[in-house]
């Protein structure tokens, strides 16, 4: 059932952006429709990050324990000073494995 989903979902996805995409179809979108579209990206991005770094066992985790919230904080800020998304991926998990293996 999960592959349905996710073959159903990849098709959708395609479909949509193919929509907006070939440039043979006539389908186009205003400058007021597309720069409300530009929020879309960031919003469905927090959708998917914010449950996964605070929610523990179905419940609000903003402890010191809780290696997503640490792990999250230390990409921020490395990402903030260095601009390098490899060394910051590389820092971040680096991080996040070593405390799934100390904490817990």
Same mark, same amino acid.
């Given at each position: ?21 070939h ?5 186009? /979108?205003?400058? @007021?429709?597309? &720069?409300?579209?530009?929020?879309? =990206?960031?919003? %469905? ?6 449950? *996964? ?16 919230l ?7 800020? /490395?990402?903030? @000073?260095?601009? &390098?998304?490899?060394?910051?991926? =590389?820092?971040? %998990? ?6 799934? *293996?100390?904490?817990?």
């Amino acid at each position: 059932m999960t592959l349905i989903t996710i073959v159903l979902l990849a098709c959708i996805t395609f479909l949509t952006r193919y929509l907006f995409l070939h440039p043979k179809l006539p389908l186009r /979108i205003g400058p @007021k429709l597309e &720069s409300f579209l530009s929020f879309s =990206a960031p919003a %469905v991005l927090t959708a998917i990050w914010v449950p *996964i770094i605070f929610i523990q066992d179905n419940q609000l985790d903003i402890s010191f324990t809780n290696p997503y919230l640490i792990a999250a904080t230390v990409a921020v800020f /490395i990402a903030k @000073k260095t601009n &390098s998304i490899y060394f910051t991926l =590389a820092a971040s %998990v680096s991080v996040f494995v070593g405390l799934r *293996i100390f904490l817990l």
